[in-house]
């Protein structure tokens, strides 16, 4: 019996509207163009190859199996874009040398609450660029200005510079590679995109906010685990326009799921984002910030998600 042939499923409008969180009527006019070039057809895993996704999962989450988010990682960041930069000044200034390298050809993913086999060997890059046209009409389409904080390679940062171009573009992190990127990007592109040094855990309150500024983390804070105290001091003190979270968020998983509760016990191992939600729904009650939209989206890579979103603006 061939099981496969009866689980062969398409992203669609409908359904990549479902994901993002989102109308068919925002996804049809704003990511038209990808929706055209890119194939969305998967099969779900069944049988022998589930189980063999979920031994992997379970792995994982065995002493010492994988890498911990925290200040110890700095160098590994710092070495993985001083490839992509070397890559991007060799090649041409082609943008996809700015994907991330961790963003693998041919892997499962998550969606529905299902594992699944993607059709098409870069799904997961092309997702990115679908969902990050929509997230860009939708939440950064009225800013004068757009800050991405640990924006590594770049890549949604030349995106913005891109699809906005009277808007300034700036990306942050705290490795000096990505900063280098920045300002190879601006170089040969001639968009108003700059790069500065910026760290979460001790941020520099010199670098101001213009107003009107939206801000972007796109699986950064994912990095700071339960330390994001000093990063909303900063953005509160600031008052940008917005704030928009593309992240993991514990909060969001449902422990009586299996694959959500393996995925959040991924994500406590690997030590990241911990209770931003949380400390978010605290400040509004005190009345200090707006929560303006909180979605879970059922999308990921094998282990976790990563796409989810909460938005806010202070008060
Ligand atoms: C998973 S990558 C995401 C990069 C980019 N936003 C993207 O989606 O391609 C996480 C980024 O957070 C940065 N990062 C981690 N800890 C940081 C910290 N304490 N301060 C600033 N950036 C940090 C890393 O250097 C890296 O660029």
């Known amino acids: 019996m061939n099981i496969g042939a009866d689980i062969d499923k398409n992203l669609g409008v409908a359904e990549l509207a479902e994901l993002f969180g989102g109308s068919p009527d925002e996804v049809s006019r704003w990511c038209a163009p990808f929706l055209d070039a890119f194939d969305f057809r998967y099969t779900e895993l069944a049988g022998a190859e589930r189980d063999a996704m979920l031994l992997e999962a379970v792995k994982r989450l065995e002493p010492n199996a994988v890498s911990v988010a925290g200040q110890g990682r700095k160098p590994d960041w710092e070495a993985g874009w001083s490839e992509n930069l070397t890559e991007f000044l060799a090649g041409g200034h082609q943008l996809d040398a700015l994907v991330p390298k ?6 499962v993913v998550r969606l529905f609450g299902q594992y699944a086999r993607p059709r098409a060997p870069h799904f997961i890059r092309n997702y990115t660029k679908t969902y990050r046209a929509w997230l860009a009409q939708r939440f950064f389409a009225d800013a004068a200005a757009i800050y991405e904080f640990g924006c590594g390679p770049g890549s949604h940062v030349a995106y913005f510079a891109e699809t906005f171009p009277e808007k300034p573009v700036v990306g942050l992190d705290w490795a000096a590679a990505s900063v280098n990127i ?25 670098i ?3 107003e009107g500024t939206a801000v972007l983390t796109f699986g950064a804070l994912e990095q700071v685990g339960t330390n994001h105290g000093p990063f909303l001091d900063y953005l509160l003190a600031n008052k940008p326009l917005r704030c928009v ?13 299996l694959l959500d509760r393996l995925a ?12 931003l939600l949380t400390r978010l729904q605290e400040l509004e009650k005190a009345g200090r910030v707006v ?11 094998r282990f976790n998600d990563t796409f989810s979103h909460v938005v806010w603006r202070p008060a």
């Open 102 to 107: 961790y963003i693998r050809p041919n892997e």
């Open 264 to 275: 959040l016990r991924y994500h406590q191992q690997r030590n990241y984002l911990s209770n």
């Open 182 to 206: 920045m300002e190879a990007i601006a170089g040969h592109y001639g968009w108003k995109v700059s790069g500065h040094r910026f760290d979460f855990f001790a941020p520099d309150h010199g």
């Open 245 to 257: 979270h593309v992240e993991g968020i514990n909060e969001l998983y449902d422990e009586e799921n």
């Open 291 to 301: 929560i303006e939209s909180v979605h879970r989206q059922r999308f990921g890579t």
């Open 208 to 210: 101001r906010l213009p």
